[in-house]
């Protein structure tokens, strides 16, 4: 079986400094744009590599309310 959860950061990487080179040449600074590119591009690429390990849900475990919780 094949580990693909490896292959999030760099397309992580990649659509963020499209987006900061985009940003970048909008405020006219593009240096600023690239910085800020890899640090979103890195943000999405740990957000998509832990999605990627997340486990399901049980649904036969129910995680309802506690009753007869005593209050006063």
């Given at each position: 079986?094949?580990?693909?959860k490896a292959a999030f950061l760099p397309?992580?990487?990649?659509?963020g400094i499209a987006i900061g080179v985009?940003?970048?040449?909008?405020?006219?600074?593009?240096?600023?744009?690239?910085?800020?590119?890899?640090?979103?591009?890195?943000?999405?690429?740990?957000?998509?590599?832990?999605a990627a390990n997340a486990k399901p849900?049980?649904?036969?475990?129910?995680?309802?309310?506690?009753?007869?919780?005593?209050?006063?």
């Open positions: 079986m094949k580990d693909n397309i992580g990487m990649g659509a985009a940003l970048g040449s909008a405020m006219d600074n593009l240096a600023m744009g690239i910085a800020l590119g890899v640090a979103i591009g890195s943000g999405l690429g740990v957000a998509g590599m832990g849900k049980d649904p036969k475990k129910d995680d309802g309310p506690v009753e007869g919780g005593g209050g006063d």
